[in-house]
């Protein structure tokens, strides 16, 4: 399992980036749902929360998830109302290489930093999310879907991460991967 969630991480890595933000057809439960699956900086940044969360273990597994579910709420309704959040592209590629780097240095921080560590990120992805949601049809229908799509690929990260610690050397390959995901924050922040 880990090897498959190792080898689509690593693939993703490899692929055209796609962006998200443009988006603009429809307006429903997939069409939010897609905007964090297809957009590949929101993809590596939601992985990397969930790989994040089983390196903390005990109640992070799910507590830091859910804070990024949360403020990315939070993000959106501000996004939804055209509240200005400054330099939100940007945000959004330092959330990947800082959440890459948070796997790679593999260090135990506090939970309570951790969630808002991941949070003022999840502001940013939420943003985004929202600034889109005027032009859509059902906004209501959109925001579930960009929850519910977060939600599983913060899952897919948490089974990825639990994988890897049942491997041999697991700390080793998260830290790898999660500096893979750094370079890539890097190289979207390069971008700007």
């Known amino acids: 399992m880990a090897r498959i969630g190792l080898l689509l991480l690593l693939t993703l890595c490899w692929i055209a980036p796609v962006s998200a933000h443009e988006i603009h057809s429809g307006g429903g439960f997939m069409s939010g749902f897609n905007h964090p699956v297809l957009g590949f ?12 969360s089983t390196q903390l273990g005990g109640r992070a597994i799910w507590t830091v998830p859910l804070a990024f579910v949360t403020f990315m709420l939070v993000g959106g309704i501000l996004g939804l109302y055209a509240i200005a959040v400054p330099f939100v592209e940007i945000g959004i590629a330092l959330s990947v290489l800082l959440l890459g780097l948070a796997i790679a240095f593999d260090r135990q921080i506090p939970l309570l930093f951790a969630m ?17 949601m005027p032009e859509l049809a ?15 690929i913060h899952l897919g990260g948490v089974m990825i991460g639990l994988g890897m610690q049942r491997m041999t050397g697991q700390r080793n390959l998260m830290r790898v991967t999660g500096a893979a995901i750094a370079a890539m924050g890097g190289y979207l922040l390069a971008g700007f």
Not at 41 to 52: F, I, N, Q, T
Not at 117 to 125: K, R, T, Y
Not at 138 to 152: C, D, E, H, I, R
């Open 41 to 52: 900086d929101h993809l590596l940044a939601m992985l990397s929360v969930g790989m994040l």
């Open 116 to 132: 808002a560590f991941v949070g003022v990120f999840a502001i940013f992805h939420g943003h985004a999310h929202g600034a889109e």
């Open 138 to 152: 059902s906004p209501v229908l959109y925001a579930l879907g960009f929850l519910f799509g977060t939600a599983v």
